[in-house]
């Protein structure tokens, strides 16, 4: 493998992001990494790649700096850049809650759990597990009896949970999340509020789970998505499953795409055939857009475009709504 991926974040008071990340993007660069930082006043939170050379320097740089000592990186291998541009942007925060009173982690979260500790803990029968991350990233892997709120982005979590507290009345409450950083507010707000008891968080998210040797992902079904090139990673290194479906027919997939129409963007799981068959999108509307990428891309003749068009009018696929973009 010749390159790194770094997943890492860090709530500490950063007094102006803005200059920050403009300084840091500039340092990112010309150490010759790739990815996509978030810089808000609360702190950090991102992921980039780069050969190990790059990783380490960028390592270093971060255990050093006073505001960033302490701050443990997830590192993943891989054969190429995870991104293809590095970004780092300002933000007014680094998690979207859209909550009236923000959450501060440092006064209030939940429990830290290690590896080990949340292996056994969510199969306790008075136990709920409650994946805090959106409903996309939920269907191509999650942990074993996880709840999945009927919600599609992060943002719209706690409404659900306020509507559905009786599914948390009198249980232990353990909340997981890719690396952490959305676990860090989440867990404190069900404590604040008042959900549930003894709420919990599996420290350092699904990343340093599936790393740990004794729990080796194990209870983990399907991948776990990432915001990157490569967009799903293994994470059960024992007995792996697929429990990702394919959009159009239902079959077991894994294979995550972006709907051909550049103003929806949705992402879908299907088979390269089933993505040929539609034409790359996830609706009629979609597959009839004049800019259709995966029309461009192949330069599709239109008597095929047509068929395919045609084939999609006489089945069920025309009855599907647009999915929409990803927030």
Known sequence: MKYRVLLYYHYVKIEDPETFAAEHLKFCKDLGLKGRILVAQEGINGTVSGDFE???RYIEYMNNHPMFKDMPFKIDEANNHAFKKMHCRPRPELVNLSLEEDIDPHEITGDYLTPEEW?????????VVLDVRNDYEYDVGHFRGAIKPDVTTFRDTPEWVLK?????EGKRVLTY????IRCEKFSGWLKREGIGENIG???????TYAKNPASQGQLWDGKMYVFDERL?????QVNPTIVGKDYYDGTPCERYVNCANPECNAQILCSEENQDKHLGACSMECAEHPRNRYIMKYNLPQDIVEERLESMRNSDFSNLDQVGPRK
């Open 201 to 207: 968080q599996l420290h350092g998210g699904i990343a």
């Open 177 to 180: 999340c890719t690396g952490g």
């Open 54 to 56: 790059q990783t380490e």
């Open 164 to 168: 559905n507290k009786e599914l948390f």
């Open 232 to 236: 799903t990673v293994p994470i059960n």
């Open 119 to 127: 292996y056994e803990a969510i199969q306790d029968e008075n136990t």
